[in-house]
């Protein structure tokens, strides 16, 4: 059997075999990665489904607490515990509800406005009863009506119980009348910590459970435990929530894929443990349990999704594998038969074993390969002696090139394109502690760790980007105790040809220089901090000068002000003293005066008295003088009959004797006017007597109460002089003190000129002071 169909043959066998057993391996290996992508995604959709839950329960809690503790809320919990908590038609939780409502109306208004939902707030009382739920208008329904009454939620809301028993708050599922809920509840409490009852939020359970199917090929079931329809009373629909073998309630759905389709009742069972998975014509089915907030398992969510298109791209690998393994059956096969001769194999072989020999550096290059054969293979034999010729020296060359790098101290180190160390000198062995195999099988980010590794800031990141030179910033890759530097630049390594071959970066020990710069950095920043704060002293002088004088200026021009002050002050002093001494000597004078009006009283008292006296003597006398003309004028009156009377008798005579009772008559007639004119001066005297007693009555009177007056008036000069006394006395008293402070405010304007001299002279030493902060300054910026 020639070379050929020894090499081929086996080689056909073989490479048949090795083809089969990786077509069988790589295509389990495919299975397994697929099966095993299906139980990660399956257990990430619970993941999701898990954390949704928990982060809607979350929210919902953290919602519930921002009204637990408000004081309106307190307030209505006060109103509603004033009545019979236990009677669900309680009139104070009535007022409670309406409360709430009125309240925390603009915060439902305000959330259902940003989310487009009602805000399902909902608090409880601490017996167990629903206080409110603000979403709705009313409490409950009974018999088709609306009515608000705070109905017993004890049979079916352990949260609410448990909340209000222990005082924590809970977060979850838990199962109401509707069916699955997530809820957050929290205590309400008052501004004393003290407990009142309840809160929760209800967040959709719809939502989470639609938001986790994300596409056309995604699909889930909702099942709930049966035994829990005695809680979920709205799920006893069996038309519409059927019931799987009396264990499940399948509550809600969602996709496409759910038609005609029913999970197994034993996968079903398996995801109330744990994430069960399983295929069914091209469909992956995943069932996970669902928990309520303490745990316990309550239903069972069913994750459906298509692989039909997974499936297909895995056939179609295996087929693409199959043909390249085909491939790789036929054409070394060919080669060897058709290509590959025995005068072919052995120099080749030959030749191999050097190019071996070159690259495990055990060649001999000063040896040669037989090139006497007139044909190719001799032709290149020929030229692999001339190669070898070549490559000793270049390889010298090489070498001296080498010895030239490695006596750079610093170290320099080539990588490719995934940045795997290909050469590194003396200097990046020793720094990195590594001998150079173990340098060509790392990375340069795991030799050297520096924090620009395997970032963009990385030098040969940068020279890839740019094609060209690329200097990076100063690092640290030593340690806190014995820090070293370097600065590293990245470059590209090319071949003779000018292709890229490579990236070489050169690690620049600037150790030293960078610890002289930060001596100097620091001395620098230590003058820096010096100038600054001499700046600063120098500001602040300067303002603090500023400031004193613009005080002493403003005292300055107040010591003038108060000079001038007290200058007038003494002026109105020394007038005010005058003027008080003027006074005194006027009350003095007043007193006198006062003395001498108390004499004239008296003396005029004395005068009134006797004149009252006088008058009551005339009034006595011009009384007996009207009583004596009563009488005259009676007695005239008895003459006037008298005459009357001989009157008559002349009349009755007048014929015996006419003459003489002419003359009688006559007579009589002259006596009758005599005393009738004295009856009527009587008459007038006496009216005249009256008139005078009625004017001495009223003298009388008068000179009494003048009597009286002068008597009051003496009395009330006897005070004035007492007081007016008192006064002059506290005027000599006033005078003298005015004296004295005349005199204290003559020596404070003598101080007050000191001290505004004084301060003249302050003021001309701080301008001389400022100017000096101010040179200060311009010296220290300068």
Known sequence: MGIRAKIGLPLAALTFVLGFACYWFIDQQLQDLNQKNLMQSMQAKALEVESAIAASAQMALEMAATTSALPEVAEAYALAASGDMADEKSPQAQQAREHLRRVLKPVLDGYQAATGQKLQLHYHLPNGRSLVRLWRDKQVKRNDQWVD?????????????????????????ELGRGGFAIRGVTPVVDASGNRLGSVEVLADFGQVFKKSVSSASEAVLLYMNA??????????????????????VRVAAEGDLIKDFTPAMTQLEDGKRSVAVAVQQHMAVAAFPVNDYTGTQIGVMVYLRDVAEQDAIIAETGRILLAVLAALLVIPVVYVFFIVGRCVVRPVTLIRQKIQDIAENKADLKSRVDNTQNDEVGLLATWFNRLMTKIEETLCDVEGYKNLINAVPDPIFAVDD??????ANDATTKLLGCSQEELKKSTCASKFKTKVCGTPDCPIAHAKRTQGFWQADILDIGTSAKPHYIQ??????????GKVVGYVEVARNVTRLVEKENELSDKMRHLAEMNTELVRASEQIVDATDEMLQRFGQMTSNSDRQSHRVQETATAMEEMNATVLEVAQNASHAAEQAGDAKTKAEDGEAVVEQ????????RTQAQALKQNMGELGQRAENIGQIMNVISDIADQTNLEVRKLAEKTMHATKEVGEAI???QDGARKNAAVVDTASQAVDSATTLASQSGEALKAIVRRVVETTAQVQAIAAAAEEQSAASEEITRAIAEVNDINSATVADLQASDAMLVRLASLAGKLRSLASS
């Open 149 to 173: 009454v705070s109905d017993d939620l004890t049979s079916f809301r352990p949260t609410v119980l448990e909340v209000n028993r222990q005082g924590r708050p809970v977060k979850g599922i």
């Open 227 to 248: 035994d829990k329809l005695g809680v979920a009373a709205t799920l006893n629909d069996a038309g519409k929530y059927p019931v799987l073998d009396g264990r499940f």
């Open 418 to 423: 995934n940045y795997t160390i290909l050469m």
């Open 488 to 497: 590293p630049t990245g470059d590209l390594l090319k071949d003779c040809y």
């Open 611 to 618: 004149s009252v006296q006088a008058i009551a003597a005339v």
């Open 676 to 678: 009738r004119a004295i």
